[in-house]
């Protein structure tokens, strides 16, 4: 008698595995260079009141986004342990390296998003400007 045949996982491409990795690096990088445009510009200039509040929203769209990646990268590792059915001793190579990239991407994305949390808290116990300034 054969041994019953276990479809393979299903391999995400390579364009979710990367946002599922560089997802949250890369929503700290941009949320750290928008908070400084923002902050720049509100300290120079006289128009922008709203400086905390827009740097409050920045704030929230990229630590969303830090969890969004962090959410392809959980979908992509459920994907991977899925093909590992009872049936079978070890991962194949493709699932396995799924499943390391995943768990790097949830791991990074709970990083990169307490960054970015961590950034937008001195948006209320720091002030904007240096004195003399008018944010």
Do not use: K
């Not at 459920?78 to 001793?89: I, Q, S, T, V």
């Not at 390391?100 to 400007?129: D, H, K, R, S």
């Amino acid at each position: 008698m054969s041994a019953p045949v276990v479809a393979a996982a299903p391999v995400p491409s390579r364009w979710t595995l990367l946002a599922a990795v560089l997802g949250a690096p890369v929503a700290w990088a941009a949320h750290l260079l928008v908070t400084y445009a923002v902050v720049a510009y509100a300290c120079t200039s006289d128009r922008f009141a709203g400086a905390r509040a827009g740097l409050l929203i920045v704030s929230a769209l990229f630590a969303a986004l830090a969890l969004g990646a962090g959410a392809v990268a959980r979908r992509c590792w459920r994907g991977a342990r899925a093909g590992d059915a009872p049936l079978h001793d070890r991962l194949d190579a493709r699932t396995a390296h799924v499943a390391m990239l995943a768990v790097v991407g949830m791991a990074g994305a709970l990083l990169f998003g307490l960054g970015i949390v961590y950034e937008a808290a001195t948006i209320w116990f720091a002030p904007l400007c240096e004195p003399g300034g008018t944010g």
